[in-house]
């Protein structure tokens, strides 16, 4: 009987194909029936567009007439202003200097972005792996990690943002993201520790310290799945308070202005030069920058609260029809933790 047993050989092709399936198109249509992932994937993608067409610009001379770069007004020079709708060719009005506001905003758009990949990424892979060691781990590896994080976290995050900018007066992007959310990761580091030492005590996680896996294979395969929803969401929390934070810093003059596009500078020119706060005339001023940032915020969110099901397992087993139906008046975990 054994002898004329047949062993089926999966050709390279079908692994490749079998993974892509599972990691990508699969993943990609749970995530995607999801209304919210839709909304905020197509956010996400508008900004990173208007970053693509500012970046383009920069190194491209037939669009740098139309995109120009906005700095410093010259008292006396530039265009007559226009208000907004008043000049299609300025579909929304133009600053002191006659500079076009959509280009001041596209422009500001690529260095946002860096900040917010610098400053999440850092706070996210930080505070995982604190949290994560710490909770797992345990003993005298835990309070070590611990008493650093309380650390952090007793520090005043703005105060000391304000103290290190104007110490080292960063210039780069990535730099002034990793100095907004320089303890950011400390508040989460000690959330992600709480999870993980309720997720060590299952018995999945038991049953593989059994078979003598490995402490990283553990967190990898067991612990850092079940994390994922509650990661994505504080990636989200980081990315917002770096937009927020740079936003605050360049209207309040922390952050030079040489040489740096940002919201923030364009509600500083409106309220330094054209009194914007107080003159009807020039709110709009003020408006079309902050458009982004409510925009951008949203769709962050929208796109975190989406793409749960990816990697909560009863989600997406309930998505996939395996489960009764009557389960589908759970609460959504996203929701109860962005709240």
Known sequence: ????????QVTRKQRAEEWITESITKPFHIAWSDWRTKIGLLIIIGFLGMGLVAWISSSTWWLLDRLTLIEQPIAGQGAPRTQPFEDMSHP????MSGRDMIS????????????ILAGAVFTIIVATIVGTVAGYKGGRTETILMTASDIAMTIPGLPLVIVLVVLIEPQS????GIIITINVWAGIARTIH???LSLRENSYVEASRTMGIGTG???QKDILPNLMPYILVNFVFASRRVIYDSVALYFLG????RGVENWGVMMNLAYENASALLNPNATYMLVVPMLPIVILSFGLMLFAQGTDRLFNPRVRTRHEGKTDPDDSEEPDPMTTVAQ
């Open 217 to 219: 294979t553990i967190i």
């Open 104 to 115: 001041g905003v596209v422009h500001a758009t690529p260095t946002m972005i860096q900040m």
């Open 1 to 8: 009987m054994f002898s004329q047993s047949e062993i089926t």
């Open 173 to 176: 992007p990535a730099i002034i």
């Open 194 to 196: 709480s999870q993980v």
């Open 92 to 95: 929304l009005g133009t600053d």
């Open 254 to 257: 922390f952050l030079s202005f």
